[in-house]
T-cell receptor, first 114, second 112 residues
Framework: AQSVTQLGSHVSVSEGALVLLRCNYS??????LFWYVQYPNQGLQLLLK??????LVKGINGFEAEFKKSETSFHLTKPSAHMSDAAEYFC????????????FGKGTKLSVKP | DAEITQSPRHKITETGRQVTLACHQT?????MFWYRQDLGHGLRLIHY???????NKGEVSDGYSVSRSNTEDLPLTLESAASSQTSVYFC???????????FGPGTRLTVL
């Protein structure tokens, strides 16, 4: 069975500071991993995804994530936070054997202080 | 451009009424999903469909039903709305098992 744990329901950083949002997963099959972003009163947008190949994945808006199998982690980072990054971020893992069902973490709300 | 739309965007209803939320996608995706989003719970899967005439129950399917008569639409019906079904509902679609899901803008449902 698959599961996703996002550490920290709320993260606050200063503008220009490093953003680090943590995601750990469990999966009985090689994982397909996703990060989504949700701005207020909107649906979810894909930031980036890991399927196979390179373990460092680059996404939109300067975000990237590294797949670390030994640590079962897929943490999301951005070197320098912008005010526009304030949103809720969700990590998700594909359900093995499904036609693309995802299991989502509970989300991390990112606040950016000026 | 292809898109996924939901209607209505906001709905207020009374306990016991039947409510249907619409979801329409122009991606021509076979897979469609309905989620509800609640504080502290993230997104939870209600129902999903892998194609026309196919429907499956998700994690929180009690009190909900779906039908898939064509590729583009997956309406979600609340048979007898309850206050516990007050939530934000999202529809999503995907091309296949290894592809990302695309989300609609959501429907905010309030059951009084």
């Amino acid at each position: 069975a698959q599961s996703v744990t996002q550490l920290g329901s709320h993260v606050s950083v200063s503008e220009g500071a490093l953003v680090l949002l943590r995601c750990n997963y469990s999966s009985s099959v090689p994982p397909y991993l996703f990060w989504y972003v949700q701005y207020p009163n909107q649906g979810l947008q894909l930031l980036l995804k890991y399927t196979t190949g390179a373990t460092l994945v680059k996404g939109i808006n300067g975000f990237e994530a590294e797949f670390k199998k030994s640590e079962t982690s897929f943490h999301l980072t951005k070197p320098s936070a912008h005010m526009s990054d304030a949103a809720e971020y969700f990590c998700a893992v594909r359900v093995g054997g499904s036609q693309g069902n995802l299991i989502f973490g509970k989300g991390t709300k990112l606040s950016v202080k000026p | 451009d292809a898109e996924i739309t939901q209607s209505p965007r906001h709905k207020i209803t009374e306990t016991g009424r039947q409510v249907t939320l619409a979801c329409h996608q122009t991606w021509n995706h076979n897979n469609m999903f309905w989620y509800r989003q609640d504080l502290g719970h993230g997104l939870r899967l209600i129902h999903y469909s892998y194609g026309v005439q196919d429907t499956n129950k998700g994690e929180v399917s009690d009190g909900y039903s779906v039908s898939r008569s064509n590729t583009e639409d997956l309406p979600l019906t609340l048979e007898s709305a309850a206050s516990s079904q007050t939530s934000v509902y999202f529809c999503a679609s995907s091309e296949g098992p290894y592809n990302e899901q695309f989300f609609g803008p959501g429907t905010r449902l309030t059951v009084l």
